[in-house]
């Protein structure tokens, strides 16, 4: 069975740094892109980025872009995400998914990111 | 990015059926047959019901199903459940720059 389980999520001031990791089982995790998707408070889902299974393709959201730092360890079966300069609107639960046939077959059950002073 | 537009509600009786829309551009929806929805209920993670505009994963009721016409791609819930009111989302491939884009999300209420 897949599990894709986050972590790392916590209270930040604006302007800091969090990481955030989704340890992944229950399949071949080098065999699939991965993605971070997002989920603000009440609010709608947002694609924030994507790695390639083998981690060289590399995509983010303008919202982040040049901010935060996706990668993947596939000795590890881990994804992460490096976020930094953290805003206000950046505070949302963090989904990992793993991308199948361009769509997101698994989810985690998100991290929360909370971002104030 | 630009979100996808979907209407913000849409509601049925139990039995109906109900079609949710998700309107993009020529350069999401309508040039790639990668849209996808999701079902998510309060306080859960999303679940994939439709991947490439029609496609159903295994375990996804028959009572799903999704369609495209240029731009504008739908999901069609028929015979209508308690357990079908959840906040629904579409998605689409948008190339190599954009990757993917969601819609605003549905809120589905049955009656």
């Known amino acids: 069975e897949v599990h894709l389980v986050e972590s790392g999520g916590g209270l930040v001031q604006p302007g800091g740094s969090l990481s955030l990791s989704c340890a992944a089982s229950?399949?071949?995790?080098?065999?699939?892109?991965m993605h971070w998707v997002r989920q603000a408070p009440g609010k709608g889902l947002e694609y924030v980025s994507a790695i390639s299974s083998d981690g060289g393709n590399i995509y983010y959201a303008n919202s982040v872009k040049g901010r935060f730092t996706i990668s993947r360890d596939n000795s590890k079966n881990t994804l992460y995400l490096q976020m930094g300069s953290l805003r206000a609107e950046d505070m949302a639960v963090y989904y990992c998914?793993?991308?199948?046939?361009?769509?997101?077959?698994?989810w985690g059950q998100g991290t929360l990111v909370t971002v104030s002073s | 990015q630009s979100a996808l537009t979907q209407p913000p509600s849409a509601s049925g009786s139990p039995g109906q059926s109900v079609t949710i829309s998700c309107t993009g551009t020529?350069?999401?929806?309508?040039?790639?047959?990668?849209v996808s929805w999701y079902q998510q209920h309060p306080g859960k993670a999303p679940k994939l019901m439709i991947h490439e505009v029609n496609k159903r994963p295994s375990g996804v009721p028959d009572r799903f199903s999704g369609s495209k016409s240029g731009n504008t791609a739908s999901l069609t819930v028929s015979g209508l459940q308690a357990e079908d009111e959840a906040d629904y989302y579409c998605?689409?491939?948008?190339?190599?720059?954009?990757?993917?884009?969601f819609g605003g999300g549905t809120k589905l209420t049955v009656l």
């Open positions: 998605n689409s491939y948008a190339g190599t720059n954009n990757l993917r884009v």
């Open positions: 998914a793993r991308s199948w046939r361009h769509a997101y077959d698994h």
């Open positions: 020529s350069s999401d929806i309508g040039g790639y047959n990668y």
């Open positions: 229950g399949f071949t995790f080098s065999d699939h892109p």
